[in-house]
């Protein structure tokens, strides 16, 4: 309207009024910030487009002036909304929390306020319901949609025993869940608490962008003296000025590292804010820990290698009948093994601490135990080594005849082979890190293709290997989920904890895997060097674009109102170029095939 009006009026003081009072309305925003930084003594990209502003009104530019006043409030309202845009796809889970919660108590389902509910509370989550706390399920059967937290594209089956997450949508069956967390110390909670801390703290790589900014403001307006100096030219000097734009810098760099922090908490990571951030994006080296990182840190069976003439049946269920009374982690994986073979309990039963176990089952004597506890009690038996084992070897015995060895092992995670591979697809060198015995750690090794294992090494050892790695000059991620692990993840450049490891781990982290699926930290890696990439893009356009700019405005080909247009397009381009970060990408080819695939796996 404005604009429209000083064409009506034409020049002269008339002119001059309207387009003053236009600058002090509409362009008081840009002017506060230019007045804040006098005093403060920092030359900003407001102060200097005030100074342009004003002499431009000097020459009598009225129709510049208020198409640069009209730009920029136009690319500060958009800058608003793309960072609105980025909180709010954070704060929209907030929704996700049911204000009135079911529990159960004194035999009876009651509705309470959610605040009500206590840590040990069960409550109950009909079909269609949110989770409101993260819990243990302990009773009903039901699948639960976890992709706002977790990431994972199917719905994940509920048992009871199962873990469960606020904000997650209960599908099929009625679920009842102990409380364990609520409101902010859930996962959930995390998620916008880690949102909250990415936008208090400033990365180093922020700091870099405000300092790149008052440098460009500074060459800005040397530019413009020369051009004074050397041309005579007031509209050329003015529209040096103008031309110039670092707010593409100072606004996207936030707005990317905020989109990348929204981004992670969606692919099931959350990250302690822009310096975890920034830090992974720049990873040139991972650390990982072996036992609840790599692998699910409990014995499984992994091999069964019965006698000859025995069959792998009739040795599982001689060793799950002789060791069922046993409370031992190796019995539980030979019962879980065994599960839907017909074993009974066994009619005398010896537990020899260290040995193995010695039980009569219809009269018959059953040993399942170690080569020296067989040994000893006169079992014929291979010579050692006859079969390679990187695991716990149980021999088992019966009326004095061998009738096989269970090889017991903490079983790898089945993404683990796919996420060591994508990590050096990315160049990231990876190192294994464990207090397991040598045997053991290398063969894990070579099944995953980790680039090099250390093995035998105690909290210290590792604390002082991830030290020299960061001495060296590596930008070292760790990962773990143990308290053995804690000392090497403050010490590495970034700690990253397993969702599913102790709240020690967690704590000393600079991020943290929701759950256990290695890949997560794959995705979270692409993320950062994503949005690492998209900040220093921003920082090359703008000092390309600017310098260009500035140079055909100081020869004279750049009139003011064209210098206003070419300084807030590259505003706001690089402005949407760092809210790409806020889309997540559509799948597509391997990648597509990758996620259905590690859905499926998780679903079976």
Same mark, same amino acid.
């Given at each position: ?56 009104? $000097? !020459?009598? #530019?009225? /129709?510049?002036? +208020?198409?640069?006043?009209? &730009? =920029?409030?136009?690319?500060? @309202?958009?800058?608003? %909304? ?6 709010? $796809? !954070?704060? #929209?889970? /907030?929704?996700? +929390?049911?204000?009135?919660? &079911? =529990?159960?108590?004194?035999? @009876?389902?009651?509705? %309470? ?492």
């Amino acid at each position: 309207a404005a604009v429209v009006g000083l064409g009506v009026v034409g020049g002269g003081w008339v002119a001059a009024a309207l387009t003053v009072g236009v600058v002090a309305v509409g362009g008081f925003p840009i002017l506060e910030e230019a007045w804040e930084a006098v005093p403060a003594r920092r030359m900003t990209m407001e102060l200097s487009m005030t100074i342009a502003l004003l002499a431009a009104l $000097a !020459i009598g #530019e009225f /129709l510049t002036v +208020l198409v640069i006043v009209a &730009f =920029v409030l136009f690319a500060e @309202e958009l800058e608003k %909304v793309t960072v609105s845009r980025g909180r709010r $796809a !954070i704060e #929209e889970l /907030l929704a996700f +929390l049911p204000r009135r919660v &079911f =529990v159960r108590r004194d035999g @009876e389902v009651r509705e %309470v306020d959610a605040e009500e509910v206590r840590p040990g509370d069960v409550v109950v989550v009909k079909p269609g319901s949110r989770v409101p706390v993260d819990g243990t399920v302990v009773a009903g059967l039901s699948s639960v949609d976890q992709s706002a937290i977790t990431g994972e594209s199917l719905p994940v089956e509920k048992v009871p025993g199962a873990g469960a997450y606020a904000g997650t949508m209960n599908q099929a069956g009625s679920l009842e869940i102990r409380t364990e967390r609520l409101g902010r110390d859930t996962t959930f909670g995390q998620i916008l608490v880690a949102v909250e801390r990415a936008e208090r703290t400033r990365a180093p790589i922020q700091k870099t962008a405000d300092r790149l900014a008052g440098y460009l403001v500074y060459f800005t307006l040397a530019m413009a003296a020369i051009t004074a100096v050397v041309t005579g030219d007031a509209r050329a000097t003015i529209s040096v000025v103008i031309a110039a734009g670092a707010c593409g810098i100072a606004a996207g760099t936030p707005l990317a590292i905020l989109g990348a922090v929204g981004r992670s908490a969606r692919e099931g990571a959350i990250l302690k804010g822009g310096i975890a951030l920034e830090v992974l994006g720049r990873a040139d080296t991972v650390v990982l820990d072996k036992t609840g990182t790599l692998t699910f840190g409990r014995p499984e069976v992994v091999a069964l290698r019965p006698a000859a003439g025995m069959g792998e049946g009739e040795l599982l269920e001689a060793a799950a009948m002789a060791e069922r009374p046993s409370e031992h982690p190796v019995a539980r994986a030979i019962l879980a093994r065994a599960a839907g073979l017909p074993t009974r309990d066994p009619d005398r039963f010896e537990s020899l601490p260290g040995m193995g176990v010695r039980a009569t089952v219809d009269g018959t004597e059953i040993l399942a135990g170690s080569r020296a506890f067989l040994a000893e009690r006169g079992i014929p038996l291979p010579p050692p080594g006859a079969t390679p084992s990187t695991g716990t070897e149980v021999l088992v015995a019966r009326a004095g005849r061998l009738l096989g060895t269970i090889e017991v092992a903490d079983a790898l995670r089945p993404e683990a082979a796919e996420a060591v591979s994508a990590l050096r697809a990315m160049g990231i060198r990876t190192l294994l890190l464990t207090g397991d015995v040598k045997v053991v750690a290398e063969e894990v090794g070579v099944r995953l293709g980790v680039d090099e294992v250390e093995a035998g090494m105690l909290p210290q050892d590792k604390l002082e290997r991830v030290r020299a790695l960061v001495k060296a000059g590596r930008t070292v991620a760790m990962v773990g989920d143990g308290v053995n692990d804690a000392p090497a993840l403050v010490e590495a450049s970034v700690g990253i904890a397993m969702g599913t490891g102790t709240d020690v781990a967690r704590e000393c982290a600079g991020a943290v895997l929701i759950g256990d699926d290695l890949m997560r930290l794959v995705e979270t890696i692409r993320i950062a060097r994503r949005c690492r990439r998209i900040i220093y893009a921003n920082f090359a356009g703008t000092i390309g674009v600017d310098a260009l700019a500035m140079a055909l405005a100081a020869m004279g080909l750049l009139t003011p109102i064209f210098a206003a247009v070419v300084h807030v397009s590259s505003e706001l381009a690089f402005i949407l170029n760092s809210a790409r970060l806020l889309v997540r990408p559509r799948p597509a080819g391997e990648e597509s095939a990758r996620t259905g695939a590690a859905s499926g796996a998780r679903a079976a």
